[in-house]
């Protein structure tokens, strides 16, 4: 077993997120989690964070650093669907999802990058979605939100690799969390016949792939796009 390192996890109250700041406390890693709302996972330190609000993400990281020193692992999870179709979409679909899913996690790995640089080690992982890279009607500000941290990583991986930073993208395909809970019966089994493995992930099987990019395993992976979908994504 290495030393603790120092995680932070965004959106770990729920869904996706807690369930990577779950499989994390299994490796006995010092976990902090943002949230808004519910409670952190047993052991982990939660954190109000407010994605939108950059003063919001400057305090929660001075909080975690505060109680586990400086942040070696940032998982960048917490997202939002608007989902519309194009015509009908409007200004402020656009703008919350880009400004939470995009936005929000140039504003985390920029605060993250400070203290890594520092300690000349670090690790990033950005959830993005299978979507982003397949597209998906109704979904152009999500789609084009996940896309975008595809650049985001690959550039952050050019800038940061000479310091032992990595940075790098997983994309889920459909997987069973309140964000897929809304879909009616009938679109879930037409999605799963698209998917090889004809089923929604578990979250935890999200949270493995990114368990080992944060692990000495991953230590030469960097600005790559792991698929957890299935197959259903494969070959983009
Ligand atoms: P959930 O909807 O279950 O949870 C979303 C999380 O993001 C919550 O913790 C929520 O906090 C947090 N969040 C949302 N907006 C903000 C904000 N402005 N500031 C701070 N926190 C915020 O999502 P999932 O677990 O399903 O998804 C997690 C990630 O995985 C997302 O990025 C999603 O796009 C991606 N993904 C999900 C897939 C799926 O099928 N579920 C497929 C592919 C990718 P709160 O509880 O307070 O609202």
Same mark, same amino acid.
């Given at each position: 077993?290495?030393?603790?390192?120092? &995680?932070? !996890?965004?959106?770990? #109250?729920? +869904? %996706?997120? =807690?369930?990577?700041?779950?499989?994390?406390?299994?490796?006995? @890693?010092?976990?902090?989690?943002?949230?808004?709302?519910?409670?952190?996972?047993?052991?982990?330190?939660?954190?109000?964070?407010?994605?939108?609000?950059?003063?919001?993400?400057?305090?929660?990281?001075?909080?975690?650093?505060?109680?586990?020193?400086? &942040?070696? !692992?940032?998982?960048? #999870?917490? +997202? %939002?669907? =608007?989902?519309?179709?194009?015509?009908?979409?409007?200004?402020? @679909?656009?703008?919350?999802?880009?400004?939470?899913?995009?936005?929000?996690?140039?504003?985390?790995?920029?605060?993250?990058?400070?203290?890594?640089?520092?300690?000349?080690?670090?690790?990033?992982?950005?959830?993005?979605?299978?979507?982003?890279?397949?597209?998906?009607?109704?979904?152009? #500000?999500?789609?084009?939100?996940?896309?975008?941290?595809?650049?985001?990583?690959?550039?952050?991986?050019?800038?940061?690799?000479?310091?032992?930073?990595?940075?790098?993208?997983?994309?889920?395909?459909?997987?069973?969390?309140?964000?897929?809970?809304?879909?009616?019966?009938?679109?879930?089994?037409?999605?799963?016949?698209?998917?090889?493995?004809?089923?929604?992930?578990?979250?935890?099987?999200?949270?493995?792939?990114?368990?080992?990019?944060?692990?000495?395993?991953?230590?030469?992976?960097?600005?790559?796009?792991?698929?957890?979908?299935?197959?259903?994504?494969?070959?983009?």
């Amino acid at each position: 077993m290495t030393e603790p390192r120092s &995680v932070l !996890v965004t959106g770990g #109250n729920r +869904g %996706i997120g =807690r369930a990577i700041a779950e499989a994390f406390l299994a490796q006995g @890693d010092k976990v902090a989690v943002t949230m808004r709302s519910g409670d952190a996972p047993d052991g982990a330190f939660g954190v109000a964070c407010e994605l939108t609000d950059p003063a919001s993400v400057d305090a929660a990281f001075a909080a975690v650093e505060e109680h586990q020193g400086p &942040v070696e !692992v940032l998982v960048a #999870n917490a +997202g %939002i669907t =608007r989902d519309t179709l194009l015509l009908r979409m409007s200004e402020e @679909d656009w703008s919350e999802v880009v400004e939470t899913n995009l936005t929000g996690s140039y504003r985390l790995v920029k605060r993250a990058a400070k203290g890594m640089l520092r300690l000349r080690r670090g690790r990033i992982v950005l959830v993005s979605s299978v979507v982003g890279l397949l597209g998906s009607p109704g979904q152009v #500000n999500y789609a084009a939100s996940k896309a975008g941290l595809v650049g985001m990583a690959r550039s952050v991986a050019r800038e940061l690799g000479s310091r032992s930073i990595t940075a790098n993208v997983v994309a889920p395909g459909y997987v069973e969390t309140d964000m897929t809970a809304a879909l009616p019966e009938e679109q879930k089994s037409a999605y799963q016949a698209q998917i090889p493995l004809q089923r929604f992930a578990a979250a935890d099987e999200v949270a493995a792939a990114v368990t080992w990019l944060a692990s000495d395993g991953a230590g030469y992976v960097t600005g790559a796009v792991i698929p957890v979908d299935g197959g259903l994504g494969m070959g983009h």
